[in-house]
């Protein structure tokens, strides 16, 4: 079994969990860089595993891939970022030496001043959320600093600045930004990285950017983005449907932060938008889950991708906090996608496999992830114009399979193959 197992992760692109990092990319990039070997991987993996089952554990060993495929990515991001990422006391990913800081009072700020920590204050705009970032003294890690934090500010609430990665292909740059126009009116909302300039993306498109170098056109961003409001080589949920990005990556390798991301449901909340769909995945946060609170309060709807970490991997957030649209992928045969993360809820469930979106190149191509499901819902939400009516909509799921695809399966023929 173990000889098999390592085959498999082999298969992947990786090695087992103590020797992984020898096979990771060297070159310096962005945050979703080490998510460019997961798709094509995990479904040769997916399609060997179904077609010759080994010993009868083909389900175990495609989870046991899959975590060391998340293994993989956290591990090489450490070791290619180590300068600006560091691990929590949650042992997650985070920006190195920062440490978000609400609820403190005026003498809980002094005394963490006196303590050698770097305090900046702010509101985030749209949320009303007031905020004090802390910089870490030299020499303290993260997860020491947060401990010593909590004891110095015990009526505050503090975080580290975690990382969320894409639930699909890579976050890379690609391509000439599409046209940042004024966006009045209704309109979706995507965060996630830039949208490039394509055929397919003829409709109003505002992009405004949440981290260094941003907005910066994505392959990420532009295959999202032509699933909402595609026209023509790519046809969208919403087809022409206004769009406003925000783009958390930029180019920077530490991009896809809780901050970034609350800073851009503030911008939603602002410009009224309604629907906000956001294809990355992390852990839970309380500044990022108080975002999300406060955007729902303000009539934002919350649609997240379940990530592809694979149902062994815990909890995803933001999917899994409550009144978020949990949402799943499936293939062209109606079934759930092996690498689908796990989450507290699922709502529905939709295309993640077997289907095309833009890419930065003006054309279109193969996509594959629940990052690609979570915008057909967006858009079928957007143009329904309430849940109600998009729990209609849905299509019944496959009998005994009804917990796993939520509500039911939307947007079933949205896959643009020709």
């Given amino acids: 079994m173990k000889i098999a197992?390592?085959?498999i992760i082999a298969s992947l692109g990786l090695a087992t969990p103590c020797a992984h990092a020898q096979l990771l990319p060297s070159s310096r990039g962005t945050l979703g860089q080490m998510d460019a070997i997961l798709p094509d991987a995990l479904a040769r993996a997916a399609d060997v595993l179904e077609r010759a089952p080994i010993?009868?554990?083909s389900p175990a060993l495609f989870e046991d891939s899959l975590l060391a495929a998340r293994a993989a990515r956290v591990t090489g991001l450490l070791r290619r970022h180590g300068d600006i990422v560091e691990?929590?006391?949650k042992r997650e990913p985070a920006r190195r030496g920062e440490i978000l800081l609400t609820g403190a009072d005026a003498f809980s700020l002094?005394?963490?001043r006196k303590a050698g920590y770097g305090v900046s204050s702010e509101t985030i705009e749209g949320l009303g959320i007031a905020i004090a970032r802390l910089t870490v003294p030299d020499g303290v890690d993260l997860s020491q600093a947060l401990r010593r934090v909590r004891k110095l500010a015990p009526l505050a609430v503090a975080s580290a600045d975690n990382l969320y990665f894409p639930s699909g292909m890579a976050i890379d740059s690609e391509g000439m930004l599409a046209t940042s126009t004024s966006v009045n009116g209704r309109a979706i909302g995507m965060i996630d990285g830039g949208v490039a300039s394509h055929p397919a993306l003829s409709g109003p498109i505002g992009q405004r950017g949440f981290a260094q170098g941003a907005p910066r056109p994505s392959t990420h961003g532009t295959a999202v983005a032509s699933l909402i409001s595609g026209l023509r080589i790519v046809r969208g949920a919403a087809p022409g449907a206004p769009l406003l990005a925000a783009d958390v990556y930029g180019t920077d390798p530490a991009g896809g932060g809780a901050f970034a991301i609350a800073r851009a449901l503030g911008w939603m909340v602002a410009s009224k938008v309604t629907v906000v769909t956001i294809s990355l995945v992390g852990p839970d946060n309380p500044l990022l889950a108080g975002a999300i609170r406060f955007a729902r309060d303000r009539g934002i709807t919350v649609v997240a991708a379940v990530g592809n970490d694979?149902?062994?991997a815990p909890p995803a957030y933001p999917a899994?906090?409550?009144g978020v649209i949990a949402v799943t992928g499936i293939d062209d045969e109606g079934r759930l996608l092996p690498e689908a993360g796990h989450t507290l809820h699922v709502d529905f469930a939709a295309p993640g496999a077997d289907m095309d979106a833009a890419q930065p190149d003006g054309g279109k191509g193969r996509v594959r992830?629940?990052?690609f499901a979570a915008p057909l819902v967006a858009g079928r939400l957007f143009a329904?114009?309430?849940?109600t009516a998009l729990r209609k909509e849905a299509i019944p799921a496959p009998r005994g399979r009804g917990r796993a695809y939520g509500y039911g399966i939307v947007c079933g023929k949205c896959r643009n193959i020709d």
């Fill in 369 to 371: 992830g629940t990052s």
């Fill in 110 to 112: 002094e005394a963490l």
């Fill in 5 to 7: 197992r390592n085959l």
């Fill in 320 to 322: 899994s906090y409550p």
């Fill in 310 to 312: 694979g149902p062994a």
């Fill in 55 to 57: 010993d009868g554990q």
């Fill in 87 to 89: 691990l929590d006391d």
């Fill in 384 to 387: 329904a114009g309430s849940l």
